[in-house]
Nanobody, 122 residues
Framework: QVQLVESGGGLVQAGGSLRLSCAAS????????MGWFRQAPGKEREFVAG????????SDAYSVKGRFTISRDNAKNTGYLQMMSLKPEDTGVYYC???????????????WGQGTQVIVSS
C-alpha cells in the first residue's frame, strides 16, 4: 500500500484558484490509480476526479468539469488537483485516494490521505 498526504488547502475567494498536492510514499506509486474526493460539512463524500496509473485516462465529476484538472508526476510520487474558478459549493475537506491498478477511476479506493480543507468564500 501507499501512504498519502494532502496539502495545499486553504481559504480562497470565489473565482480564485488552489492547487492541491498529494504526496505518496511506499509501494510502487506509478502502478496506483489516484483520485480526489471531497466532503462538505454534513454531506457524504463525493468523487471529484481520478487518474489512471499511467496518466493516460482521467475522469472528473460534472460539477467540476472545465474547472478542475487532475494530474500526476510519478517521478515525484505526487498527484495534483488544480482547482480554478472556485465556487462556495466547492468548500469541503479534500481527500486523496489510491488503489493498485484500479480501472474505475471513481470506484473503490482503499488507501486514503488525511484530507486538506478548502474554504471558498462568497
Amino acid at each position: 500500500q501507499v501512504q498519502l498526504v494532502e496539502s495545499g488547502g486553504g481559504l480562497v475567494q470565489a473565482g480564485g484558484s488552489l492547487r492541491l498536492s498529494c504526496a505518496a510514499s511506499g509501494g510502487t506509486v506509478s502502478t496506483y490509480t489516484m483520485g480526489w474526493f471531497r466532503q462538505a460539512p454534513g454531506k457524504e463524500r463525493e468523487f471529484v476526479a481520478g487518474i489512471s496509473w499511467s496518466g493516460a485516462r482521467t475522469s472528473d465529476a460534472y460539477s467540476v468539469k472545465g474547472r478542475f484538472t487532475i494530474s500526476r508526476d510519478n517521478a515525484k510520487n505526487t498527484g495534483y488537483l488544480q482547482m480554478m474558478s472556485l465556487k462556495p459549493e466547492d468548500t469541503g475537506v479534500y481527500y486523496c485516494a489510491a488503489r493498485y491498478q484500479l480501472l474505475d477511476l471513481g470506484g473503490a479506493y482503499d488507501c486514503w490521505g488525511q484530507g486538506t480543507q478548502v474554504i471558498v468564500s462568497s
